[in-house]
């Protein structure tokens, strides 16, 4: 095996438990070992199950080529780490829905598990295969494959679907009445109780619901993320991982606005924890770890209201001996003193996400950024010692032109402009500004949803353009393979029609296909043809307003008003504000949900640290 360690078990901070007596739940990522490993919601999931007496978690993940074929060519079932227990013999299979190019690898998994493929086609005997995450939002192109989705905040639905799984495994009740019981539970969406019709045209024409599953699937929110357990025992890797770090959540959702941002909106309101608690949180971790490494987590750190201050606190406490990650620190001038802040202790990487190339395309997809903010921040990290800077920029955006593609190469080359004026000469040689490019793809539940994404040609030549001008000393480009984004565009999405062609791919070999190496646009494109599906009616096809989309009875918690008064803002490059410091923008969620933006510290003192 190229990496043994990725199935060997043994890490620090794994849990082994006897599984007698208790309702067992093996956590499944589509991904290899350090991949998986990385994803912070697996690893609270984890802990949270493994805290309760009436149950046990284990692990498994996605075995690469080499192990997967000798396990095939010896009859070895996919099993988990903790145990080395075949996942078939798990009451529950719960799988992290992360990325839509992750999903033939579910497939794999289940097929090398001896599990059936199809939800249809499972017995009393097969485990419940649920799927939480933000993939779970846009469930229909998995539907056919899995038994129940999780929509929400895990804390909250975790507790829930163990209970109904236990008190119906205890009294004898069978398949269909488990998922009678999970369907009543808000927040849980069993696919097998709804219909789609569809019109002559391919459009879903209607998602009706049976007895006891309700019309329309509530998302579930946890209120106060102080109330959520904190992550005290990370299990630490045999082998090094993506993200081989401490890593801390110190906020969820995110109320910026990017309209193109699907996590911004089916993880809102912003919930802050105290500054108390992350520090908290960060001594266990780092005890219990020995990381020296410790990167604070969100969708956007730097607007933690407290976030100054608790760097502060971490500096003092660990100085140079772990260093401070901020992986998504924002574009304004805010970030400036951070940078500054987080220079005193060891540096890691840094990156910044101007989006779009001009200020223009900026405010149609509410980035809420400027070139000034960019170009402050970067000289910043300059002359507090970086001198590796990762721009990120989308292209195929909502009304993008020629100047937009310009306006990359531009901003790029001004920022390494900077580096060679703010490093010592000593320094310059070193210096590094990677554009890294990524396409657009809609998503659903965001302003974006009911636009066209761009034609594959039509990404190519852009790409083309980027790679002829962006050239020149300290400067490099990297750029997502266009073919990937067309799949991810019809998967993402997708209505139930879609999982046929998921399947017919993964019987022609597919799996892997986020990997470049073996990601096999043919086969994708011969998996839609059998199943007579048109990339273009899926990706680059508009939506109608009125349209019925397939995530229709799926409810994020944004109304669809809110939805439609953006994209007509978008259109007319109107910004609309981040509703922690100025008025609600009426989105739905605080109002339908009965929940609020709880702030560590109040409004005013973040408006007087931003101005």
Not at 393 to 421: H, K, Q, W, Y
């Amino acid at each position: 095996m190229e990496k043994p360690g990725r199935y060997i078990n043994g890490e620090l901070n794994s849990v082994h438990r006897s599984p007698d007596g208790r309702l067992s739940i093996a956590l499944a990522y589509p991904d290899v070992y350090e991949v998986g490993l990385s994803n912070l919601g697996l690893q609270i999931l984890y802990e949270l199950i493994n805290e309760r007496d009436d149950c046990i978690a284990e692990r498994t993940y996605a075995p690469w080529m080499d192990m997967e074929a000798e396990m095939r060519r010896s009859g070895v079932p996919l099993f988990t780490l903790e145990g080395h227990r075949s996942v078939a013999d798990f009451d529950i299979v719960g799988f992290t829905l992360q990325y839509e190019l992750t999903y033939a690898n579910i497939l794999n998994m289940l097929d090398l598990a001896g599990i059936p493929v199809f939800a249809a086609d499972r017995g009393e005997a097969s485990p419940l295969v649920i799927g939480g995450g933000p993939g779970a939002f846009a469930p229909e192109p998995l539907a056919l494959f899995f038994d129940a989705f999780a929509i929400g905040d895990g804390e909250l639905l975790l507790p829930d679907l163990i209970d109904a799984v236990l008190v119906g495994k205890r009294a004898g009740a069978g398949r269909k009445e488990i998922l009678a019981a999970l369907a009543r539970i808000p927040g849980i969406y069993v696919p097998s109780l709804y219909e789609v019709d569809y019109l002559k045209d391919g459009r879903v024409a209607e998602i009706s619901a049976r007895s006891p599953a309700p019309d329309v699937v509530k998302r579930r929110i946890l209120k106060d993320l102080n109330d959520a357990p904190l992550l005290s025992a990370p299990i630490v890797p045999s082998v090094s991982a993506v993200h081989d770090r401490c890593v801390i959540e110190i906020m969820r959702g995110c109320t910026r606005g990017c309209r193109f941002c699907q996590a911004g909106i089916i993880y809102r309101p912003v919930r802050e924890r105290r500054e108390e608690r992350i520090v908290e949180n960060a001594s266990r971790v780092i005890a219990s770890t020995g990381y020296e490494e410790l990167s604070l987590s969100s969708l956007s750190t730097a607007d933690h209201t407290g976030v100054k201050e608790v760097l502060t606190e971490l500096a003092r406490r660990y100085g140079r001996d772990v260093a401070l990650s901020l992986p998504s620190l924002r574009v304004d001038s805010f970030s400036v003193e951070l940078i500054r802040q987080i220079a005193k202790s060891k540096r890691s990487g840094l990156t910044f996400a101007p989006e779009a190339g001009t200020q223009r395309l900026r405010d149609v997809i509410n980035k809420g950024v400027t070139e000034t903010d960019l170009l402050e921040a970067a000289e910043a990290a300059f002359e507090s010692g970086w001198h590796r800077l990762k721009l990120y920029f989308m292209i195929g955006l909502p009304n993008e032109g020629v100047e937009d593609l310009e306006g990359i190469v531009s901003l790029t080359r001004r920022v390494a402009d900077l580096g060679r004026c703010a490093l010592p000469r000593t320094r310059r040689g070193r210096l590094s500004v990677v554009a890294s490019i990524s396409s657009f793809v809609p998503k659903a539940h965001t302003p974006f949803q009911w636009f066209a994404q761009e034609a594959l040609e039509v990404i190519e030549q852009k790409q083309r353009f980027l790679q002829e001008n962006l050239r020149g000393r300290g400067l490099s480009l990297r750029w997502h393979d266009a073919r990937v984004s067309t799949v991810e565009g019809i998967i993402a999405r997708g209505d139930r029609r879609a999982g046929r062609a998921i399947y017919e791919a993964w019987r022609s070999g597919c799996k892997f296909d986020a990997w470049a190496d073996h990601f096999n646009f043919g086969a994708w494109l011969a998996a839609l043809g059998k199943t007579r599906l048109s990339p273009e009616f899926f990706a680059t096809r508009e939506r109608e307003l009125d349209e019925t989309l397939p995530w229709s009875h799926i409810d994020a918690g944004v109304t669809a008003d809110f939805l439609k008064k953006e994209r007509e803002r978008a259109l007319a490059g109107t910004v609309t504000a981040d509703c922690r410091f100025d008025r609600c923008g009426d989105c739905g969620v605080c109002s339908r949900f009965k929940v609020k933006n709880v702030l560590a510290r109040g409004r005013k003192e973040r408006v007087s640290a931003l101005n």
